[in-house]
Antibody, heavy 120, light 110 residues
Framework: QVQLQQSGPGLVKPSQTLSLTCAIS??????????WNWIRQSPSRGLEWLGR?????????EYAVSVKSRITINPDTSKNQFSLQLNSVTPEDTAVYYC??????????WGQGTLVTVSS | QSALTQPPSVSGSPGQSVTISCTGT?????????VSWYQQSPGTAPKLIIY???SRPSGVPDRFSGSRSGNTASLTFSGLQAEDEADYYC??????????FGTGTKVTVL
């Protein structure tokens, strides 16, 4: 059974960097058959896919256009986890952030969610 | 990428058949068999209930079914039950290599 465990701060100041980590058990971040994603949810923006990292003989990262200039998703093979960094945050980035595995073009396992509030 | 369009709410009595629509474009829903549906209860993460338009993951009741016609996908409850009361979201892979979600539908069991 795949499990995703998120960690990271719930409060970030405006203009600073949001950082979250997703620890994987029951699968490998280096698998050739899935991708590892970050998704957020807020009342104003609904569910929004942010980006993914995946391994297919080499590492790939792909990001949503809306956050492409501010986002980095990195795998950490030594700890079997992946991370999200979102720079220069504003109150509009306040949301519940989820990590999720994508397999068969769908998100089949999700983390528990982290409410991140951007406020001074 | 604009969100896929879903009705804000639908309702039905127990045992009734109810359908939720999910309208996209030829760049997402209409292009690929890569539409999925999720059930979300308050305070919890979304749960996958339909993938690749029509397939159900192991453990998902067969009263949930998916279909697609053109740029619109649909989720049907064949025999609504009280425990089906939740928010439902569709999602599609897009021609730009990203994913887009629907606006969400609240299902109420009367």
């Amino acid at each position: 059974q795949v499990q995703l465990q998120q960690s990271g701060p719930g409060l970030v100041k405006p203009s600073q960097t949001l950082s979250l980590t997703c620890a994987i058990s029951g699968d490998s971040v280096s698998t050739n058959s899935a991708t590892w994603n970050w998704i957020r949810q807020s009342p104003s923006r609904g569910l929004e896919w942010l980006g993914r990292t995946y391994y297919r003989s080499k590492w790939y990262n792909e990001y949503a256009v809306s956050v492409k200039s501010r986002i980095t998703i990195n795998p950490d093979t030594s700890k079997n986890q992946f991370s999200l960094q979102l720079n220069s945050v504003t109150p509009e980035d306040t949301a519940v952030y989820y990590c999720a595995r994508n397999n068969n073009w769908s998100f089949d396992y999700w983390g528990q969610g982290t409410l991140v509030t951007v406020s001074s | 990428q604009s969100a896929l369009t879903q009705p804000p709410s639908v309702s039905g009595s127990p045992g009734q058949s109810v359908t939720i629509s999910c309208t996209g474009t030829s760049s997402d829903v209409g292009s690929y068999n890569r539409v999925s549906w999720y059930q979300q209860s308050p305070g919890t993460a979304p749960k996958l209930i339909i993938y690749e338009v029509t397939s159900r993951p192991s453990g998902v009741p067969d009263r949930f079914s998916g279909s697609r016609s053109g740029n619109t996908a649909s989720l049907t409850f064949s025999g609504l039950q009280a425990e089906d009361e939740a928010d439902y979201y569709c999602s599609s892979y897009t021609s730009s290599g990203s994913y887009v979600f629907g606006t969400g539908t609240k299902v109420t069991v009367l």
